[in-house]
């Protein structure tokens, strides 16, 4: 089975079998093995060809990549003939001097961070002595903490009473994770929907309550952590009403009581303009009306003609 792959191709497959990123880039992969990302794009492509692993785009969060997935089968052949090939030193018939256009790979080495195929590097710069892996996991690790911004005390700020059930962030990367197996994401504002909605229930009616059976959820931190892994985001309770939502409709309500209340001072304002006239003042103010209803036009000359003045 190994005997099938190119050394370029080798090291990209050894590199993703030690890494196991949650999701990767072409371009750090390039960097890790110092290739050119098209390259990278065509070795996965040949991969997959050979049933090796399939790969397809991915988001999380404001991550984007691609999600790899092995085929357990292959890889065990494949492995076991990499096993097989290094027990019968396949570089004991190599010449001592070898081009420089040659790739030259690692003697096995009883040390568990080294691979086969991974190339020899002469710097010593902390950089360069990092394994591929170790690049690829610092650069693609995907915890969901970065990727969301998030952290246990932003948590028990937005959501105090859900993080007193003893849900945090821990809960939320293995939903995460869980759902990267079925090939599915979890996506941050998902997360953020479920969390307010937990905590509106636990705030309203002081527990989370179970929808197909109306009873009492008694492990709120395992019903939320659930909810996130199969389904990406918690059912709403029926009597649900979002912040935002109770927040706009105080905010309309507000502002129909002010237009309410001003076109009262208004009305009031007139009536007080009226009053203050006698009959024949406002017989001759009316006879400026050039037409049409008088008490439309009064209330249009009060507007332009007095108001501003008060």
Known sequence: MADRLNPNQRKVLDLLLAAKPYIVKFRDIALALDMREASVRTILRRLEALSFLS???????????????FNQHVIEQYQCDQTLSLSLTPFAGLP???????????????????????PITTSVSPEASRSP?????????????EDFGWDDSLLSIM???VHETGFGLEQIVAAGR???????????????????????????????TELATGERVRNPAGYIFTALARWGVLRAHPQYVSREEEEAGKAAAELQ??????????????????????PEELESLLRQCPGGNRDIWLKFYWRTQIRPGQ
Not at 133 to 145: A, G, P, Q, W, Y
């Open 55 to 69: 790969f397809k785009k991915a988001r999380d969060g404001n991550i984007q990549g691609v999600t790899v997935t």
């Open 96 to 118: 001592v001097s070898q081009s420089a256009s040659q790739p030259q790979f690692m003697s096995p080495s009883p040390s568990p961070s080294l691979q086969p195929s991974q």
């Open 133 to 145: 892996s170790d690049l690829i996991d610092r650069k693609e690790n995907i915890s969901l903490s």
């Open 159 to 161: 959501w105090p009473l």
């Open 178 to 208: 869980t759902r990267a197996k079925l090939g599915k994401e979890l996506d941050r504002d998902r997360v953020s929907l479920t969390l307010d909605r937990a905590e509106w229930e636990l705030e309203t009616i002081g527990h989370l």
């Open 257 to 278: 009581r002010r237009r309410e209340a001003s076109e009262k001072i208004e009305a009031d304002q007139f009536e007080a303009f009226k009053a203050g006239m006698s």
